[in-house]
């Protein structure tokens, strides 16, 4: 029923069934960075996968030298050789004698006079010569007394034996050859040889 004023004194509100959701919205934009926390770590996470090997590098320096290894047997012993071309042999200067010694394959080559410097000169050679009886001079200047000089080798024994009877003489050399030998050794005021030599 109405009234005079035309107001309802009621108002029934009526509601239906709700309807559809609706779809997606738009997603939204990022959000900002989170603050990291040093003090909160997370557990590791799992190995990686092993990578490709990277190309050679260039040589290093060289190491010193090792220690010397142990010395090994010897080897087999090598076939012989092909013989020798003949010939060969060694001279030995005998001093106090003209002749060699009268053994195979010896012979005289030259004999002559042991000559040296001067007792009381010094610059000259040490070791005595054994000069030739016959030089060849291929040119001589006797007024020319310059250069080291060569003095004859006298023994100076006076009375004393066995060597008195040849005092003041000149030493006498010889120049001998032997191809049975491939080294001669001379020691003087020895009569024997050392072991593994032969006269």
């Given amino acids: ?9 009621h108002l029934e509100l009526l509601r239906g069934r709700d309807g559809r959701d609706g779809r997606d919205g738009m997603p939204g934009p990022p959000g900002p960075p989170g603050v990291i926390d040093p003090a909160i770590q997370g557990p590791p996470g799992p190995p990686g ?4 090997s990277g190309p050679l590098g260039p040589p290093g320096p060289s190491g010193p ?25 060694v001279t030995y200067v005998r001093w106090g004698r003209t002749t060699c010694p009268s053994t ?10 042991a000559a040296g410097s001067h007792y009381q ?4 050679g040490a070791s005595k010569l054994c000069l030739p ?6 040119s001589y200047d006797s007024s020319d007394f310059q250069g080291g000089r060569l003095y004859g080798v006298e ?3 006076e009375s ?23 080294t001669v050794l001379v020691i003087p005021a020895k009569t024997s040889c050392p072991s593994a030599w032969t006269r």
Avoid: F, M, W
Avoid at 1 to 6: Q, Y
Avoid at 49 to 52: F, I, K, R, V
């Fill in 49 to 52: 996968e092993q990578g490709h």
């Fill in 65 to 89: 030298p090792g220690p010397s290894g142990p010395r090994g047997s010897s080897g087999p012993r090598g076939v012989a050789g092909p013989p020798g071309v003949a010939g060969g042999g």
């Fill in 104 to 113: 195979p394959g010896t012979g005289l080559v030259y004999k002559g006079r």
């Fill in 160 to 182: 004393r034996q066995p060597l008195g009877s040849v005092d003041d003489h000149n030493v006498p050399c010889a120049i001998c050859y032997t191809s049975t030998r491939g």
């Fill in 133 to 138: 009886d016959d030089p060849d001079y291929l």
């Fill in 155 to 157: 023994y100076e024994a």
């Fill in 1 to 9: 029923a109405n009234n005079s004023s035309g107001i309802c004194p």
């Fill in 121 to 124: 000169h010094s610059g000259g």
